[in-house]
């Protein structure tokens, strides 16, 4: 199993990026697709989540309304647009499959599957 993210760069508080997570090596038909972030000196944190299948999506609380998990199910990807990005928001990011449970999605250790992970720098 592969999960190889993208779209990562450097950008000003205010703008918007897209992440992409490509992911293949198998069919994840009703896994949780996440995304977790990690800043320089601080734990893994969860961002956002939702099922392959593309039930109702979750977000942290600090997220919410400015980023949106999606998946486009022709291609295997999921993608996390970022509008309105913070200097807070600079960490690397990764995305993450899973067969867990609903009440565990956003533990990053019910995670099975991880991409290498791509920066997100927000200059303020």
């Known amino acids: 199993v592969q999960l190889q993210a993208s779209g990562g760069g450097l950008v000003q508080a205010g703008d918007s990026l897209r992440l992409s997570c490509a992911a293949s090596g198998r069919t994840f038909r009703n896994d949780f697709m996440g995304w977790f972030r990690q800043a320089p000196g601080k734990e893994r944190e969860f961002v956002a989540t939702m099922r392959w299948s593309g039930t109702t999506p979750y977000y942290a609380d600090s997220v919410k309304g400015r980023f949106t998990i999606s998946r486009d199910n022709a291609k295997n990807t999921v993608y996390l647009q970022m509008n309105s990005l913070k200097p807070e928001d600079t960490a690397v990011y990764y995305c993450?499959?899973?067969?867990?449970?609903?009440?565990?999605?956003?533990?990053?250790?019910?995670?099975?599957?991880w991409g290498q992970g791509t920066l997100v720098t927000v200059s303020s």
């Open positions: 993450a499959a899973s067969s867990t449970i609903t009440s565990r999605a956003r533990e990053s250790a019910a995670y099975n599957y």
